[in-house]
């Protein structure tokens, strides 16, 4: 199975444009995974590779589970951290990765991962889950589906991409490839083998600022990744998206998941 070398630090210098620019996780979608996922307050919820702690946060602030983060980038949480204080929300973030996972962690009703289970080993971190996890627990993978983005912008920022970080934007293309196993495929050969997604669809506008901001708050293109060419980066791209928009707005349309994971014979 294809899987992309662990890098502890690969999110180095993201945490400020994440929050503010990545595709937000909507208080509906997760009210409907906790109710699907029958977490109750005071049960415990890990969010694992937390980033700056979105899901944690949402998942304390609107289920009143007991909250954990974890993520091997001091940055991220340390943005973590000040958001839940902000929220007025108690989360608990760890340094750390799927590789530490162990018994300190049980019992955990849910465990809930935002577009990051591709950086691990999955089989052997589904492996590690289904030993601290209650037996009517699950796990949960958030992430978002492009639909479509009037006009296309996305194929510049890729085209850019590979023009300035052809390493780190061969690790993105690996995952489109032939040899990258599905997240589905992997559950379904794992003990979370009963797979339900619940998604929302959103159109959103987006200022050439955005698009910029999102660019910058990937591993491909952050700035710690493009040192030295990251300003010759955003002047190229601020000048390809004026063109594509003159009047610099751009629509999106965007379906975000949380794709639910059980145990087989649980409802």
């Known amino acids: 199975m294809t899987a ?39 049960e415990r919820l890990l969010d694992l590779g937390c980033g700056p702690g979105q899901l944690g946060i949402a998942f304390a602030r609107l289920s009143g589970a007991t909250v954990t983060g974890l993520d091997p980038e001091p ?14 929300v108690a989360v608990d973030f760890i340094q750390g990765s799927s590789y530490d996972l162990g018994q300190a962690f049980a019992p955990l009703k849910m465990t809930v991962m935002g577009r990051s289970f591709h950086w691990m080993d999955r089989p052997a971190t589904l492996k590690a889950l ?34 300035f970080a052809p390493a780190r934007n061969a690790d993105r293309e690996r995952r489109k490839g032939p040899d990258w196993t599905p997240h589905e495929a992997v559950l379904l050969q794992s003990p979370f083998n009963d797979l339900e997604r619940i998604g929302i669809i959103r159109e959103r506008q987006l200022s050439i600022d955005d698009i910029v901001g999102r660019a910058f708050s990937t591993s491909v293109t952050s700035p710690e990744t493009l040192g030295d060419k990251a300003a010759a980066f955003e002047t190229e791209l601020r000048v390809a998206l004026a063109r594509l928009a003159p009047d610099g707005r751009f629509q999106e349309i965007v379906e975000i998941t949380g794709l639910i994971a059980r145990r087989s014979g649980r409802d």
């Open 4 to 42: 992309i070398p662990f890098e502890a630090r690969r999110f180095r210098s993201t945490a400020a444009y994440y929050t503010r620019y990545r595709v937000p996780y909507p208080d509906q979608l997760i009210e409907r995974v906790s109710a699907r996922g029958g977490l109750a307050p005071g």
């Open 75 to 88: 940055e991220m949480l340390d943005t973590a951290r000040a958001d839940a204080a902000a929220a007025g």
């Open 130 to 163: 289904d030993q601290i996890t209650v037996p009517d627990g699950c796990v949960v993978l958030f992430g978002d589906r492009h639909v479509s983005s009037t006009p296309e912008w996305r194929d510049v920022v890729n085209g850019l991409a590979e023009t």
